[in-house]
C-alpha cells in the first residue's frame, strides 16, 4: 500500500508559478512511476505528466509541455510539479498518483494509488 499526500496548490495569477508536492509513504516508493492529472469541474481527469521510477523517463501533456517539469527526490519519497506561466485553463484539482513499475504510462486506469488532490486556480 503507497499513501500520497499532496501539497503546493493555492490561487495564482497568469503567468505566475506554483510547485506542487506529493509525498508518498508505505511500500517503496522507489518501485513505482509517478504521475500527475488534474480534473476540471465538469470535465474528465487528464493526463498532466509522469515520471518513470529512475528520474530519467519523463512524459507530459502537449498541453503543459515547455511550462511543467515534473521531478522526484527518492531520498525524500517525494515528487514534484514545477509549473510556470500558468494559464487559467490550468486551473483544476490536482493529483498525484502512483502505479507500480518502471515506466510512465498516461491513461489514469494503469495507476493504483491515488492522492486526495490540491485546487489550483489561476486567475486572468
Known amino acids: 500500500q503507497v499513501q500520497l499526500v499532496e501539497s503546493g496548490g493555492g490561487l495564482v495569477q497568469a503567468g505566475g508559478s506554483l510547485r506542487l508536492s506529493c509525498a508518498a509513504s508505505?511500500?517503496?516508493?522507489?518501485?513505482?512511476?509517478m504521475g500527475w492529472f488534474r480534473q476540471a469541474p465538469g470535465k474528465e481527469r487528464e493526463f498532466v505528466a509522469a515520471?518513470?521510477?529512475?528520474?530519467?523517463?519523463?512524459g507530459y501533456a502537449d498541453s503543459v509541455k515547455g511550462r511543467f517539469t515534473i521531478s522526484r527526490d527518492r531520498a525524500k519519497n517525494t515528487v514534484y510539479l514545477q509549473m510556470n506561466s500558468l494559464k487559467p485553463e490550468d486551473t483544476a484539482v490536482y493529483y498525484c498518483?502512483?502505479?507500480?513499475?518502471?515506466?510512465?504510462?498516461?491513461?489514469?486506469?494503469?495507476?493504483?494509488?491515488w492522492g486526495q488532490g490540491t485546487q489550483v486556480t489561476v486567475s486572468s
Open positions: 498518483a502512483a502505479r507500480g513499475g518502471a515506466y510512465v504510462r498516461w491513461s489514469p486506469d494503469e495507476y493504483d494509488y
Open positions: 508505505g511500500r517503496t516508493f522507489s518501485s513505482y512511476a
Open positions: 515520471i518513470g521510477w529512475t528520474g530519467t523517463n519523463t
